[in-house]
T-cell receptor, first 117, second 114 residues
């Protein structure tokens, strides 16, 4: 049972380059999320998705794009990398039981450490 | 946006000591979660709390969901070296707004006393 799998683990980008961070989950979770973690800070939500074909912005979406064509995959795209996007990126998933019911706790991947120079 | 105040920011532990940390918020949450993050890994869920006043244990860990629904604490009893890491609290509103969105505290870093 792999859980949430993120690739790559590490990446160095030059300013202005683009890349896609991959995330896949095999738990049939309907909700998926992208967070970034900066040193000494908690996790901040970039984008999330409540199901295939549906995405929405989180707290810090600028400079990122996402898509959710399948339940399993939720890639995060950086179009024009900037030094401010140097961070550790975590993908997570959960199962939402329905309005008025509780969302299952998030399961996190092991992160992608991105450096933009 | 909503803020969670987690304290302390860091602490040093000696093996066998009890450890306590807490989170407070100006907003009400319906769920409180406590996660631990080891270096190079993603956060792993330790305890989930779903009801105001709830006290839940997981081995040497005990967490409580505050009666006001604006705070939570985590205690670790008889700490051991593998307890070192960063502990995050997170508050979640189960419905309304961005479903499932967690608000994270900034973390409490546990280190071993030199």
């Amino acid at each position: 049972n792999a859980g949430v799998t993120q690739t790559p683990k590490f990446r160095i980008l030059k300013i202005g380059q683009s890349m896609t961070l991959q995330c896949a989950q095999d738990m049939n979770h309907n909700y998926m999320y992208w967070y970034r973690q900066d040193p000494g800070m908690g996790l901040k939500l970039i984008y999330y998705s409540v199901g295939a074909g549906i995405t929405d912005k989180g707290e810090v979406p600028n400079g990122y794009n996402v898509s959710r064509s399948t339940t399993e995959d939720f890639p995060l795209r950086l179009e024009l990398a900037a030094p401010s996007q140097t961070s550790v990126y975590f993908c997570a998933s959960s199962y939402f039981l329905g309005t008025g019911l509780y969302n299952s706790p998030l399961h996190f991947g092991n992160g992608t450490r991105l450096t933009v120079t | 946006g909503q803020q969670l105040n987690q304290s302390p920011q860091s602490m040093f532990i000696q093996e066998g000591e009890d450890v306590s940390m807490n989170c407070t918020s100006s907003s009400i949450f319906n769920t409180w979660l406590w996660y631990k993050q080891d270096p190079g890994e993603g956060p792993v869920l330790l305890i989930a709390l779903y009801k105001a006043g709830e006290l839940t244990s997981n081995g040497r860990l005990t967490a409580q969901f505050g009666i006001t629904r604006k705070d939570s604490f985590l205690n670790i009893s008889a700490s051991i070296p593998s307890d070192v890491g960063i502990y995050f609290c997170a508050g979640q509103r189960a419905y309304g707004g961005s479903q499932g969105n967690l608000i994270f505290g900034k973390g409490t870093k546990l280190s071993v006393k030199p």
